[in-house]
């Protein structure tokens, strides 16, 4: 016996459904749709079969009620024997209403007399014989017999003052075969416009299901083969249709990220084989260590240090653009002098250059540490080409805008579009330490605050480099896409 809990008690009556085969979308949708079609041509049905009945009532009970308003006043009765139609008294056939199949008269007594109908009298039950022997007139009563295997629908007239009542009544024989026509005319055209339904919503569903079709036999490709380079149609602007745009700028960014990986791995190979060799070199030369002067001995370990301290921080950045340290810190409002001005007192410290801020107090959504990383490797880079400068390096910000500047050597015209790609060394830099990389994160911080940072020359020499930074943007936004 299965245990059954009330928790899971309500949830038996869908367990049929999960036992059903798996379906397709389109069968799905078109069952779905055909379901919806066949509860409202219930309803319509139902409610206009009811309405039809309820119409038919009420005519009926009209024409009853007139017909026995007129016995009732002395009109229309028979002249002949029980069994026979009714006339008027002028022997007129107003009594020949097709709406009136039976009649009969009740006196006080309870006798009846038949009028219209069969010969033989309908019983009379207690409701018609206290409307015959009521003393006031008018008072009538509806209800259904049957007589002789037909089925009548009786209405009962009290006549007043003791005269008894009549009764009147038609045979719904005919009105049974009516309404069942309509009810089986009803059903058929509700299975003809459930067809037409199915056909339509296969229709339909065929439409929307075949570009899903679509999109999901380019995702199977992308899975087993790996080519992004899918392609992707896309038409008309529903949701459909913005799915295969998402998807097709989703393959294109999935592209994008590997292109940047790929390059990112070579370049890091290339940039890493030069320290390690030197390494290597190092290395081989310190075998014959007992046998180098001290002199010797310590440049050799100072190459080293050396080496080792530029493939740490080569390593680092890697690590700092692969992984984009600074993606998950919060951005918050802040006055860009405060992390300008501790970045250059830390740099002040570390390097004994005379570094002056000139800043207004404009304000920026940042990620702090993000601003602070590419203002310190604006000023380390500052200091690394302007070494044994006397002229202080000077910082600039206002309205959102970081401008550094150094008298150093400058960088040349052709070259300044460049100095912000990775790994990008010029001829005149290359015998200085540094990966190439500090810049290139510089880049990716203005980018990320939808901003941008550009290089030109300086007047008088050396180089002024401009970040300008605007409020934080997401990670997804257009803006970090055209900079990837």
Do not use: C
């Not at 300044?416 to 790609?421: R, S, T, V």
């Amino acid at each position: 016996m299965d245990d059954e809990t009330p928790a899971t008690r309500g949830r038996a009556p869908l367990r049929w459904w999960r036992r059903m085969p798996a379906m397709t979308l389109r069968r799905r949708l078109v069952i779905a749709f055909v379901a919806l079609v066949a509860v409202a041509i219930g309803l319509v049905g139902g409610i206009s079969y009811s309405a039809t009945v309820s119409a038919f009532n009420a005519e009926v009970n009209g024409a009853l009620m007139s017909a026995a308003a007129t016995l009732a006043a002395g009109g229309g009765f028979p002249t002949g024997a029980p069994g026979a139609e009714l006339h008027s008294p002028d022997d007129h056939h107003d009594g020949d209403d097709p709406a009136v199949s039976l009649a009969q008269r009740i006196d006080p007594g309870g006798a009846v007399t038949v009028l219209r109908g069969p010969a033989q009298a309908l019983s009379v039950n207690d409701t018609q014989r206290q409307l015959a022997a009521s003393p006031r007139a008018g008072i009538g009563r509806f209800d259904v017999r049957v007589s002789g295997g037909e089925r009548y629908r009786i209405y009962t007239l009290a006549l007043g003052q003791g005269r008894g009542a009549v009764v009147v009544g038609r045979n719904l024989a005919d009105a049974v075969r009516v309404l069942a026509r309509v009810a089986v005319n009803t059903v058929l055209i509700g299975i003809g416009v459930m067809v037409l339904a199915g056909l339509v919503g296969w229709w339909i569903a065929r439409q929307i299901t075949r570009r899903l079709a679509t999109l999901s036999d380019a995702a199977e490709t992308v899975a087993l083969t790996g080519d992004l380079a899918v392609p992707i149609a896309t038409t008309g602007k529903d949701e459909v249709a913005r799915l295969a745009t998402s998807m097709r700028t989703m393959l294109a960014e999935l592209g994008q990220s590997r292109d940047a990986q790929r390059r990112l791995v070579e370049d890091a190979g290339h940039e890493l084989r030069t320290p390690i060799t030197s390494l290597r070199t190092n290395a081989r030369v310190m075998r014959r260590y007992e046998q180098l002067s001290d002199a010797d001995r310590q440049r050799l370990l100072d190459d080293v240090d050396g080496e080792l301290q530029e493939l740490t921080a080569l390593v680092n950045e890697l690590v700092e653009l692969a992984t984009d340290t600074y993606s998950g810190e919060p951005a918050q409002r802040t006055v860009l002098a405060q992390p300008v001005e501790k970045v250059a007192e830390r740099v002040r410290r570390r390097s004994g250059r005379e570094i002056t801020v000139t800043a207004d107090e404009s304000q920026r959504i940042v990620q702090r540490g993000a601003v602070e990383r590419a203002v310190g490797n604006l000023l380390e880079n500052a200091v690394k080409f302007d070494a044994g400068g006397t002229s202080p390096i000077e910082v600039d910000v206002a309205d959102g805008v970081i401008r550094v500047s150094d008298r150093g050597p400058g960088v040349p015209a052709d070259e300044l579009a460049a100095i912000f790609d990775r790994f990008h060394r010029s001829d005149t830099s290359r015998s200085l330490p540094g990966s190439g990389l500090g810049l290139a994160i510089v880049r990716d911080v203005a980018a990320r605050h939808g901003g941008t940072v550009a290089a030109a020359a300086r007047p008088g020499g050396g180089l002024v480099v401009t970040l300008t930074l605007h409020d934080h943007v997401s990670p997804n936004s257009e803006v970090l896409r055209d900079r990837r």
